[in-house]
C-alpha cells in the first residue's frame, strides 16, 4: 500500500489538480454501472429469466460491455487506491470487496471452462446444463453486489 501511494501514479492523482480524484472516481462508477448493469441481464438470464430469448443474443453483447466496465473500473480503481492507499489498510469493507472481485473472476474463468457455455452459441442446452448455468449466473450476482455494497460502504467506516 506505502509503495502504491508514493508510486508516480500517486503523485500524480493527488498533485493534478482538485478536480482529478472527482473525473476518476465518476469513471470508476460508470465502470461498475456497466460492468453490473451487463452482468445482471446476462445472470438473470442464465437463472432462467426470458428463455424465449437465445442465450446467443444476450451474451454476446453482455459480456463485451462486462469486460470494457471491469476494465474501467480496474483502472480507476487503482487510481483512487494510489491516491491514499495506506488509509484503506484497516478498512473491514476492503477486505471484502478484493475477496469478493477474485471470487467474482474465478467464477466467470470457472463458466469460460464449462462445457455448457463453450457450446452454447452453437446448440441447445439440455436441462441440466441449464441448470449448471444458473449456479453460474448466482454465484456472480453474490460476488458483484457484495464488490458493489463493500466498495460503497468503504467511504463511510
Ligand atoms: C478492480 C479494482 C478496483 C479497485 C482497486 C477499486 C478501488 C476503489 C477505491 C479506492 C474506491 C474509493 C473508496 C472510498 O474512499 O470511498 C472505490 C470505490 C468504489 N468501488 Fe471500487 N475498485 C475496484 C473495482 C471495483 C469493482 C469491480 C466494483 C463493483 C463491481 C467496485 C465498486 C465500487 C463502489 C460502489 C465504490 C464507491 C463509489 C462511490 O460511491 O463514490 N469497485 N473503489
Request: proline content about 3%.
Amino acid at each position: 500500500m506505502a509503495w502504491l501511494q508514493g508510486s508516480a501514479l500517486g503523485h500524480a492523482m493527488r498533485e493534478s489538480g482538485v478536480w482529478t480524484y472527482g473525473v476518476v472516481n465518476l469513471a470508476h462508477i460508470l465502470g461498475i454501472a456497466s460492468l453490473f448493469g451487463s452482468v445482471l441481464i446476462l445472470d438473470l438470464r442464465l437463472l432462467g429469466l426470458w428463455r424465449g430469448v437465445p442465450l446467443p443474443a444476450i451474451t454476446n453483447p453482455t459480456v463485451r460491455v462486462a469486460r470494457l466496465g471491469f476494465g474501467l473500473a480496474l483502472i480507476t480503481g487503482i487510481s483512487m487506491l494510489a491516491t491514499k492507499a495506506t488509509d484503506y489498510a484497516g478498512n473491514p469493507f476492503f477486505y471484502i470487496k478484493f475477496p469478493a472481485i477474485g471470487l467474482g473472476l474465478l467464477n466467470v474463468a470457472a463458466l469460460n471452462f464449462s462445457r455448457a457455455w463453450k457450446e452454447h452459441k452453437t446448440r441447445d442446452l439440455s436441462a441440466r446444463e441449464q441448470s449448471r448455468l444458473a449456479v453460474f449466473g448466482g454465484l456472480s450476482l453474490v460476488c458483484w453486489l457484495t464488490a458493489i455494497s463493500c466498495g460503497r460502504m468503504i467511504g463511510y467506516w
